[in-house]
């Protein structure tokens, strides 16, 4: 009887370190095929990250917002292809509230509003002074790195994440909420070295 009881303390022994290490083998082989447990971010993840080589964004007060000035800082930056819309707003209002609730690090990250270049439109003043801290301007230049091979487009109406080192990495569409974006915001923030 003894003999049997070492026997199967042995076979639990080897089921206990050995069945872990084969399901995870298993479950790996079959990743592709097993579904998918969502992700953690709220916003859209643009895979690959796309490097940007060189954004130009000329403002009514003759500023230029230069690629240089992704420098150290997280970008949203949202894009619209018509005037300011109701949408447009709520997207300003919900990064300006994420971008604040972020606390000490909100010096971290920035926005930007983006018009298309051959758009004829003045930048409504209203925008600028609701939203201080907000660069205006129409997108002179947007140009992807030639490595990528399908470049994102930019659609109208979407929020788009640069990180500090100049990659487009993420969009939100008009539903994302201002939790959302400083969930997103935070845990990379929390994260990352850099920006």
């Not at 076979?11 to 990743?31: D, E, K």
């Not at 003759?62 to 949408?87: H, M, P």
């Not at 992807?144 to 990495?169: C, R, T």
Request: aromatic share 8%; charged share 20%; net charge neutral.
């Amino acid at each position: 009887m003894s003999n049997k009881k070492t026997e199967r303390a042995g076979l639990y022994l080897i089921a206990v370190f050995v069945g872990p290490l084969l399901i995870a083998i298993v479950m790996y082989s079959m990743r592709e095929h097993l579904p998918s447990l969502g992700s953690v971010s709220k916003g859209e993840l643009i895979h690959p990250a796309q490097p940007i080589e060189a954004i130009s964004l000329n403002s009514n007060q003759q500023t230029v917002f230069d690629f240089a000035d992704f420098d150290g800082k997280w970008t949203y930056i949202v894009y619209q292809s018509q005037r300011c819309d109701l949408e447009c707003e709520a997207a300003l209002f919900k990064l300006r509230q994420a971008r604040l609730a972020t606390g000490r690090d909100s010096n971290r990250v920035q926005a930007l509003l983006a018009y298309p270049n051959n758009q004829q439109f003045e930048i409504d003043q209203s925008i600028v002074d609701r939203h201080q801290k907000i660069k205006v301007g129409a997108l002179s230049e947007l140009k992807m790195s030639a490595e990528v091979e399908q470049a994102e487009q930019l659609e109208s109406g979407y929020v788009y994440l640069v990180d500090p080192n100049g990659n487009l990495m993420m969009k939100y569409n008009h539903m994302a909420t201002s939790r959302g974006l400083l969930k997103d915001i935070k845990k990379l923030l929390k994260i990352s070295n850099i920006g």
